[in-house]
């Protein structure tokens, strides 16, 4: 842990502002902006330091060898994409078999930039009935910033609203990406 915190805090020059509620135990956590590979580190790092798991979900190709192995441990599942499935259900239903399960997503679903999040986060939270906590990685302050559960409420317009201010003036590590 001290070493992680060197690494983090003096090293890389990161600082954690805020923390998850240790008695929410299931949560989606949705983390922008993703621009890129280097939000995984980062993100792994916050997460040993704050001393709270956090799942992830990956194209199911991540999971073979050479590197299945460590994302499995990393707290991550594979995730088939092929056509014709309903994702959010099957991934709602990780919940229920789980006592603990934060499943962080990037709603923007690439590390380019976009004009609209993909919903299936938002879709996720409902069917597993468990709060969206917004995480924010700005490489322009260096700052983790973890925001207070929200819980969704149906109108998905209105809360998308609500959960984009959370990250106004947010610079991902390629700014022009968000």
Known sequence: MILSRFIFNKL???????????????SVVIV?????????????????????????????????????AYFKWMGGAPLDRTEGQNKVESIAAIFSKKDEFRLALAPEGTRKKVERWKTGFYYIAMAAKVPIITVSFDYSKKVVSIGEPFYPTGDIEADLVKLHKFYAGVVGKVPEYT
């Open 12 to 26: 890389l020059g990161w600082k954690i502002d805020g923390a998850f509620d240790q008695q929410i135990k299931k």
């Open 32 to 68: 922008v902006p993703h621009t890129s590979w280097h939000d995984f580190y980062v993100g792994a790092f916050a997460r040993k330091l704050l001393k709270t798991e956090i799942n992830f979900i990956a194209k199911k190709e991540l999971f073979k060898w050479p590197f299945g």
